[in-house]
């Protein structure tokens, strides 16, 4: 069975810190592309950051701040998120996933063959 489990959240002052992992079983992830979205109820789904063979890409709204990176021989992907603020306030789930790289941006595919976590609450007061 495959799975990809997040940990890490919580709730932290703006301006704070946060180590958000992905813990995946049931299959190497290591070719795939490893994403991490973020909701908050009531609004779509929205790309935070991902790690590709091909580099490293970030939404405009944390470019700077977070930083994605993966562990192959643990099978784990991590989000480092500083300097965090309210707006930072949502679910993050990882996903093991394919996409697209258009100058510069990517595209996450987030399609049937995508696999997902069950998402990790991330709370920032201010």
């Known amino acids: 069975q495959v799975q990809l489990v997040e940990s890490g959240g919580g709730l932290v002052q703006a301006g704070g810190s946060l180590r958000l992992s992905c813990a995946a079983s049931?299959?190497?992830?290591?070719?795939?592309?490893m994403v991490w979205f973020r909701q908050v109820p009531g609004k779509e789904r929205e790309f935070v950051a991902a790690?590709?063979?091909?580099?490293?890409y970030y939404a405009d709204s944390v470019k700077g701040r977070f930083t994605i990176s993966r562990d192959n021989a643990a099978n784990t992907v991590y989000l480092q998120m500083n300097s965090l603020k309210p707006e930072d306030t949502a679910v993050y789930r990882c996903?093991?996933?394919?996409?697209?790289?258009?100058?510069?941006?990517?595209?996450?595919?987030?399609?049937?063959?995508?696999?997902w976590g069950q998402g990790t609450q991330v709370t920032v007061s201010s």
């Open positions: 996903a093991g996933t394919g996409g697209l790289i258009r100058g510069g941006i990517y595209y996450p595919r987030a399609d049937d063959n995508t696999y």
């Open positions: 049931g299959r190497t992830f290591s070719s795939y592309d």
């Open positions: 790690i590709t063979s091909s580099g490293t």
